[in-house]
């Protein structure tokens, strides 16, 4: 199940941060999202240590914790996407899919004219596609 997804900006600012699971879980999933970016960094800056090449985008699962597993994607302009799971047997090929479609969407978004880059995504458009992705996949 996708407890959450996030986008982050390219100076580690939140673009958007959206959680499918209780309110009471909300911060902790933020705080996860948060712990997320110093592993993205690490990968980025010791790709030989890591394991990943810098031309590509999915970065994996980024660490595992009791209840969750977090993955992450970095896009060519640094932008970061982060998925928060709760399944434990998560095939890399689906999450690879499901970072395509939420890229897409980002995209989309911010592609809008009115849209201020570096900015929040208030899209409700966005924020209904990425309902929509993650509902895709039955997670939700």
């Given amino acids: 199940m996708i407890v959450c997804v ?3 900006g ?5 673009l958007y941060i959206q959680s499918f699971t209780d309110a009471d879980d909300a911060l902790k999933l933020h705080h996860i999202v948060h712990c997320s970016l110093d592993v993205i960094e690490e990968r980025v800056n010791n790709p030989k240590k890591s394991g990943t090449t810098l031309n590509e985008a999915f970065l994996g699962l980024l660490y595992p914790t009791v209840y969750y597993k977090v993955y992450g994607y970095l896009t060519n302009t640094k932008v970061k996407f982060i998925l928060v799971t709760t399944d434990l047997d998560v095939r890399d090929t689906d999450v690879r899919t ?3 479609k939420f890229h897409a969407a980002y995209v ?3 592609s809008n004219p009115f849209h201020v880059p570096g900015k929040k995504i208030t899209s409700r458009t966005f924020a209904q596609t990425v309902s929509n992705i993650v509902g895709s996949y039955g997670l939700n």
């Avoid at 390219?10 to 939140?14: F, K, S, Y």
């Fill in 6 to 8: 996030a986008v982050v």
């Fill in 10 to 14: 390219h100076q580690n600012n939140p």
């Fill in 98 to 100: 499901f970072f395509r």
């Fill in 108 to 110: 989309d978004a911010v």
